[in-house]
């Protein structure tokens, strides 16, 4: 049984340009969420999806955006490219309605220069 | 809005010592998690809590719900055990969207 992935693991981009980052979820689970770590900081919430639909959104703009699939796999989009947004993405998914069971994946290393 | 709060945020301890890392939080919570990142990124969940005491070979995990608190605490440590260990609250019952919280996260060394 696959646990969470994700795709790719590193990325360089450079500022202005676009990214999308692919996350499939533990087998089973429905409930997709995004975090995004900074360098020496914790994770924080940008999103998460539940039914093709995003369903609660942390402090981010805008260009942060997403998508899940009917196979409840997720893309998390950024466009416009800030150096800021050079973090590490991870994604974790879940079963609805069971808080007790957040698996994560390993993450996708995005560089902005 | 909930905060997570985590002691010590840097840990240097021999191996074999008993290791105790805290965490508090500020509102009411459906669960608790505590994770483990090592170098590199990759995240790993340790425990999931929503009352009592987990344990897991030489790791035990606490929480009290009237207190806002949880502890981890490792037995025996090894270098091994040297990593950042992240504490993260979940506020939803789990049928709405419930987005975890986390701490800033322990960086634990444990040197042979």
């Known amino acids: 049984d696959a646990g969470v992935t994700q795709s790719p693991t590193h990325l360089i981009k450079t500022r202005g340009q676009q990214v999308t980052l692919r996350c499939s979820p533990k087998?089973?689970?429905?409930?997709v969420s995004w975090y995004q770590q900074a360098l020496g900081q914790g994770p924080q919430f940008i999103f998460q999806?539940?039914?093709?639909?995003?369903?609660q959104r942390g402090n981010f703009p805008d260009r942060f955006s997403g998508h899940q699939f009917p196979n409840y796999s997720s893309e998390l989009n950024v466009n416009a490219l800030l150096l800021g947004d050079s973090a590490l993405y991870l994604c974790?998914?879940?079963?609805?309605?069971?808080?007790?069971?957040?698996?994560f994946g390993p993450g996708t290393r995005l560089t902005v220069l | 809005k909930n905060e997570v709060e985590q002691s010590p945020q840097n840990l240097t301890a021999q191996e074999g010592e008993f290791i105790t890392i805290n965490c508090s939080y500020s509102?009411?919570?459906?669960?608790l998690h505590w994770l483990q990142q090592h170098p590199g990124g990759g995240i790993v969940s340790l425990f999931m809590?929503?009352?009592g005491k987990k344990k897991h070979g030489r790791l035990i995990a606490t929480i009290n719900i009237q207190e806002k608190h949880s502890s981890l605490h490792i037995t025996a440590s090894h270098p091994r055990d040297s990593a950042v260990y992240i504490c993260?609250?979940?506020?939803?019952?789990?049928?709405?969207?419930?987005?975890?919280?986390f701490g800033k996260g322990t960086h634990l060394i444990i040197q042979p």
């Open positions: 974790a998914s879940r079963l609805a309605g069971d808080v007790l069971a957040e698996y």
């Open positions: 087998s089973g689970h429905d409930t």
């Open positions: 999806y539940y039914e093709e639909e995003e369903r």
């Open positions: 509102v009411g919570i459906s669960a």
């Open positions: 809590l929503s009352s």
């Open positions: 993260a609250v979940s506020l939803g019952s789990g049928g709405g969207a419930d987005g975890l919280t």
